[in-house]
């Protein structure tokens, strides 16, 4: 009898919750979707393979990753208080927002660097992130195509560094709004990053990700161009760490893997989990 009581209690909040995500994707439609008709790199159906799958995926990691993150985030946050230098502490609190933000988005993307490319070196989590690389058609939606393990994965690689530098204090008495922000900006970065769109930049791509430069992160054009970009806004960080590939001109002409995994979102679900 209580636990049905819980569930109508939290009912309200699960719908909530769903009618949010629906006003954020029809924000979101009606931004990309006239974009990718005008601006189209590959011309693509609305209504693409795979495309429900992808909607489906868009509600699950809009929920799950952020109830499974609560406790390693938490513990991460407690543990790091012991040792990371008070001083330190005070002096991250201190800083204007946005120096704190532009930080922590800085020392931030450098740990999800690593977990992203440790996604692609590892066997064990390939089997994760393959989901996300598995789509063979690119579009804003591909965003959230991911097995939500990968997404909590390497968001707590991204966090490490923050909270080990004191630009994110979850611990303390405020609500820590650079955490926030940082979800926030990262997340409709890769929407944008995802998009089937032909724009390029310029000199501007050395400093900010775009369409191009994350599309060769997909490209299954061949050994010579797979594994590369890892970065998810800043591509110097690839320059850095010698992962960085990005031409002039040319555009991917293939994406996804060679062994493709199956369109059932359970079976993608229990994929990294099957024994070979």
Same mark, same amino acid.
């Given at each position: 009898?209580?636990?049905?009581?819980q569930?109508?209690?939290?009912?309200? /909040?699960?719908? $909530?919750?769903?009618?949010? =995500?629906?006003? *954020?994707?029809?924000? %979101?439609? #009606?931004?990309?979707?006239?974009?990718?008709?005008?601006?189209?790199?590959?011309?693509?159906?609305?209504?693409?393979k795979?495309?429900?799958?992808d909607?489906?995926?868009?509600?699950?990691?809009?929920?799950?990753?952020?109830?499974l993150l609560i406790l390693?985030?938490?513990?991460?946050?407690?543990? /790091?208080?012991? $040792?990371?230098?008070?001083? =330190?502490?005070? *002096?991250?609190?201190? %800083?204007? #927002?946005?120096?704190r933000?532009?930080?922590?988005?800085?020392?931030?993307?450098?740990g999800?660097?690593?977990?992203?490319?440790?996604?692609?070196?590892?066997?064990?989590?390939?089997?994760?992130?393959?989901?996300h690389?598995?789509?063979?058609?690119?579009?804003?939606?591909?965003?959230?195509?991911?097995?939500?393990?990968?997404?909590?994965?390497?968001?707590?690689c991204?966090?490490?560094?923050?909270? #080990?530098f004191?630009?994110?204090?979850?611990?303390a008495?405020?609500?820590?709004t650079?955490?926030?922000?940082?979800?926030?900006?990262?997340?409709?970065?890769?929407?944008?990053?995802?998009?089937?769109?032909?724009?390029?930049?310029?000199?501007?791509?050395l400093?900010?990700a775009?369409?191009?430069f994350?599309?060769?992160?997909?490209?299954?054009?061949?050994?010579?161009?797979?594994?590369?970009?890892?970065?998810?806004?800043?591509?110097?960080?690839?320059?850095?760490?010698?992962?960085?590939?990005?031409?002039?001109?040319?555009?991917?002409?293939?994406?996804?893997?060679?062994?493709?995994?199956?369109?059932?979102?359970?079976?993608?679900?229990?994929?990294?989990f099957?024994?070979?």
């Amino acid at each position: 009898m209580e636990t049905l009581q819980q569930i109508q209690q939290q009912l309200p /909040l699960f719908v $909530i919750d769903i009618i949010r =995500l629906c006003i *954020w994707l029809f924000i %979101l439609a #009606l931004i990309f979707i006239p974009l990718e008709r005008l601006c189209a790199l590959h011309r693509q159906k609305i209504c693409r393979k795979g495309i429900f799958l992808d909607l489906s995926y868009y509600f699950l990691n809009s929920l799950l990753p952020a109830q499974l993150l609560i406790l390693p985030m938490a513990s991460l946050a407690w543990y /790091l208080q012991f $040792i990371v230098p008070s001083e =330190l502490q005070q *002096w991250a609190g201190h %800083l204007p #927002l946005l120096a704190r933000l532009m930080l922590a988005m800085v020392v931030g993307e450098i740990g999800a660097y690593w977990g992203h490319r440790w996604m692609h070196q590892f066997p064990l989590l390939w089997r994760f992130h393959a989901i996300h690389h598995n789509a063979e058609e690119i579009d804003w939606l591909v965003n959230t195509h991911a097995h939500p393990f990968d997404l909590v994965f390497t968001r707590l690689c991204g966090f490490v560094p923050m909270y #080990l530098f004191g630009l994110a204090q979850p611990m303390a008495n405020a609500m820590d709004t650079v955490s926030l922000l940082v979800i926030l900006i990262g997340t409709i970065w890769g929407f944008f990053i995802h998009a089937n769109i032909r724009w390029r930049f310029g000199l501007l791509e050395l400093f900010i990700a775009t369409p191009a430069f994350h599309h060769w992160h997909h490209a299954n054009d061949g050994p010579d161009v797979t594994n590369k970009n890892f970065a998810a806004m800043l591509p110097w960080v690839d320059k850095i760490f010698g992962t960085y590939y990005l031409p002039s001109i040319a555009w991917p002409t293939k994406y996804g893997i060679d062994k493709p995994i199956s369109s059932s979102l359970t079976r993608q679900l229990v994929y990294p989990f099957m024994l070979k």
